[in-house]
């Protein structure tokens, strides 16, 4: 995340950055719209979520500025953020004043973040995340 960080120009604070692992993944859901997301890990917890609920608006709004116009990501820069419940997940989600999704992140375990602009999105990658695996023997 680092790299990709630097490479894109991207400021996302140094204290969330050096708690995540370097893969991660970035995906683009093509539906109605063009819908970017995220999904991190991390091997402390307590860290990387502790560096992210202290400047969520920042990080949340730099991630996603490659894919809004500026007014958007302004918006998320400046919109606090609040916590809902998600498919029974701890959810932090900005909502703009008509109450329409601007960012939303959620943890998917102790390990695993996931970032996007849309619940369906998030619904998708819980669904995904969520569903058993199955063995190939």
């Known amino acids: 995340p680092t790299l ?30 063009i819908q970017p997301f995220y999904i991190f890990k991390t091997d402390t917890y307590k860290n990387s979520a ?10 949340v709004s730099q991630l996603l500025s490659p894919f809004n116009d500026t007014e958007v990501t302004q918006k998320i820069k400046t919109t606090p953020f609040q916590d809902k419940l998600f498919n029974n997940r701890d959810t932090r989600i900005a909502l703009d004043q008509d109450n ?15 970032v996007t602009t849309n619940e369906f999105i998030l619904a998708k990658i819980l669904n995904s995340f969520l569903t058993p695996k199955p063995i190939v023997k």
Do not use: C, H
């Open 50 to 59: 502790d560096a992210l609920l202290r400047n969520e608006n920042d990080i």
């Open 100 to 114: 329409v999704t601007l960012a939303l992140y959620t943890w998917l375990n102790k390990n695993t973040i996931a």
């Open 4 to 33: 990709f960080a630097t490479s894109t120009g991207l400021i996302v604070t140094d204290d969330f950055l050096r708690f995540l692992k370097p893969n991660f993944m970035l995906g683009l859901y093509f539906g109605p719209q």
